[in-house]
């Protein structure tokens, strides 16, 4: 199975603030790699799939990169609807893997 | 609009077993691969299983494999999950969630149910 790790595990960041979470796989994925927001009572919400691509409807505030193994989700002027867990998943290959999760919270 | 409504969770004991249903609403149905997602209290997203357009494929996690069976019948726009041997790990709110390829499966989570909660305790 593919393992996925994220970090940082947590962050703290004000409002306006840029922020940048890493993902990485254990084998090279290419560019299978998705990103997704998860709020507490609520579903996660797709944000960035394919690595890099904007989920139609999700603010051009957040955006992603990379390839192989490294990956990145930058979100960038921070606004309080934001705080919010970030979930990294690769889509290479069943059994499908989730990263553990960063908490975002406010500062 | 896309609609996935879960259902057929609850408390059940050790080694029980339970069937969960997903309506969807909203897209061609029988066009698209269906997952399971699963989130324990506390804890981050675990992938549970898929199943394709037609029903033919499936994949499981391997910490569910030989236990949970999914299933689906496009006419009546409907995804299962049954559940068999339930340990209290297995407690979780369980998702239904629409693959994001038409045809093809992209292993991608486009849109999601609010969850059905299986709770597994004696």
């Known amino acids: 199975d593919i393992q996925m790790t994220q970090s940082p595990s947590s962050l703290s960041a004000s409002v306006g603030d840029r922020v940048t979470i890493t993902c990485r796989a254990s084998q090279s994925i290419t560019t299978y790699l998705n990103w997704y927001q998860k709020k507490p009572g609520k579903a996660p919400d797709l944000l960035i799939y394919a690595a890099s691509s904007l989920q139609s409807g999700v603010t051009s505030r957040f955006s992603g990169s990379g390839s192989g193994t490294d990956f990145t989700l930058t979100i960038s002027n921070l606004q309080p609807e934001d705080f919010a867990t970030y979930y990294c998943q690769q889509s290479y290959t069943a059994p499908l893997t989730f990263g553990p999760g960063t908490r975002l919270d406010i500062k | ?122």
């Open chain 2, 1 to 122: 609009e896309v609609q996935l409504v879960e259902s057929g969770g609850g408390v059940v004991q050790p080694g029980g077993s339970l069937r969960l249903s997903c309506a969807a609403s909203g897209f061609s149905f029988d066009d698209y691969a269906m997952h399971w997602v699963r989130q324990a209290p506390g804890k981050g997203l675990e992938w549970v299983s898929l199943i394709s357009w037609d029903g033919d494929s499936s994949h499981y996690a391997v910490s569910v494999k030989g236990r949970f069976t999914i299933s689906r019948d496009n006419r009546k726009n409907s995804l299962y999950l049954q559940i068999n041997s339930l340990r209290p790990e297995d407690t979780a709110l369980y998702y239904c969630a629409k693959d994001m390829g038409r045809g093809s499966a992209w292993y991608s989570f486009d849109h999601w149910g609010p969850g059905t909660l299986v709770t597994v305790t004696s």
